[in-house]
């Protein structure tokens, strides 16, 4: 690209949309109050769009905000997220299709989280793994995922080698809420890093390593000190958008990495806790 040059990747998302909507360059120009020649140079990459040229072309074309978000990235904006209400009516199919994912991971300890870390759901499993060790009205106060795993009264007491791997969680908490500075993300934040597990040179850590889904920590399992994979997956839309867009929930997983050790019993028995919901 040019010195000086505007990048194309905007004119191409209006352009796309154009057609879609079936406007030309003329009639997009007049819902705008705006002018052809602006509207073509948008297009072609010689003008960028302000923030409120955006919005009303996204207001003008009716766009949702998963949308709306890809014109503000293309253009070179953070996008905005709107907070969504995982318990609200309209989200009950994903409620069931979430509750049959983490049924259908027993025996593997599992939890279902929001953005901010928060625990939506848990598994029968993981209410048998961390029983054993943590009385039951300890751990039915868990609320965040990020806070339990970290504590000393939780899953912190039988949780081990985390250093790096909580300071590339730290690092990734910062990022996402230095893109829109959300409320919930940001006490979520300052909780972690209030935690005297934090190492103080978690930024430095973080910064030589490359984020990953997946990583190897070690837990008190039966006795032993035994070696699991921690699995997580992002659930969210597809698309340039995917890691930002509501409702974006992680399904957090631990596998043995022994495939000898049996942890079927884990998920038998009597089980109960409060976001334990089959």
């Known amino acids: 690209m040019a010195e000086n040059s505007i990048d194309p990747t905007f004119g191409r998302f209006l352009r796309f949309w154009r057609g879609v909507h079936k406007f030309s360059q003329e009639e997009l120009s007049h819902r705008l109050n705006s002018s052809p020649r602006h509207i073509s140079r948008l297009e072609n990459g010689s003008s960028r769009p ?26 070179g904006y953070s996008p905005q997220q709107q907070r969504i209400d995982f318990h609200a009516p309209e989200f009950k199919w994903l409620r069931k299709a979430m509750l049959l994912t983490l049924r259908a991971m027993d025996p593997y300890p599992t939890t279902l989280m929001d953005s901010a870390g928060t625990i939506l759901m848990v598994n029968r499993a993981w209410v048998g793994f961390y029983s054993a060790t943590i009385p039951a009205a300890q751990l039915d106060k868990v609320t965040n995922h990020f806070d339990f795993l970290f504590s000393r009264q939780g899953a912190g007491t039988i949780l081990s080698g985390w250093e790096d791997t909580l300071s590339m969680i730290v690092m990734s908490l910062k990022q ?5 500075e959300s409320p919930d993300k940001l006490a979520a934040l300052d909780q972690l890093l209030n935690n005297p597990n934090v190492p103080s040179d978690w930024a430095q850590r973080a910064s030589r390593l490359e984020p990953m889904a997946s990583f190897r920590v070690q837990a008190d399992y039966q006795g032993a000190l035994r070696r699991f994979y921690s699995v997580s997956q992002i659930v969210g839309a597809l698309g340039p958008a995917a890691y930002l867009s509501e409702p974006k929930l992680t399904i957090s997983t631990l596998y043995p990495e022994d495939d000898t050790l049996d942890v079927s019993a884990l998920a038998e028995g009597p089980l109960e806790h409060p976001l334990l919901l089959y």
């Open 50 to 75: 302000s923030e409120a040229m955006i919005e009303d072309i996204a207001e003008a074309m009716q766009m949702g905000d998963r949308d709306r978000n890809h014109l503000r990235i293309a253009a």
């Open 176 to 180: 996402d809420a230095m893109f829109n």
